[in-house]
Nanobody, 128 residues
Framework: VQLQASGGGLVQAGGSLRLSCAASGRAFTSTGNYDMGWFRQAPGKEREFVAY?????????SYADSVKGRFTISRDNTKNSMHLQMTSLKAEDTAVYYC??????????????????WGQGTLVTVSS
């Protein structure tokens, strides 16, 4: 499974960005068959959960408290892609954002250890 994240960049506080994650690979059937998530890692900090979307219809999603109401996760199974629409960006949203595919279901969706496949990350910088 290969994941390619894109869409990062430099934006002013209050602005918006849309991240995309393209999934491919011989073993990868469809984004609809997997739980997927976005995580981020700010300089000097640990990687943290941002958003999650459940396999299937994708109607079930969840967000970190810090982004709730500002970020929206979505998926396009026809294109094997996932997106993260980010609005009202703040300086503290500055981080490298990673998309991931969940392969373990022994814990909870916000745990990094539940995800085996990761994209290379895309840098989001929010200037204040």
């Amino acid at each position: 499974v290969q994941l390619q994240a894109s869409g990062g960049g430099l934006v002013q506080a209050g602005g918006s960005l849309r991240l995309s994650c393209a999934a491919s690979g011989r073993a990868f059937t469809s984004t609809g068959n997997y739980d997927m998530g976005w995580f981020r890692q700010a300089p000097g900090k640990e990687r943290e959960f941002v958003a999650y979307i459940r396999r299937g219809s994708g109607r079930t999603s969840s967000y970190a408290d810090s982004v709730k109401g500002r970020f929206t996760i979505s998926r396009d199974n026809t294109k094997n892609s996932m997106h993260l629409q980010m609005t009202s960006l703040k300086a503290e949203d500055t981080a490298v954002y990673y998309c991931a595919v969940r392969t373990l279901y022994s814990g909870t969706y916000y745990q990094i250890t539940q995800y085996d496949y990761w994209g290379q990350g895309t840098l989001v910088t929010v200037s204040s």
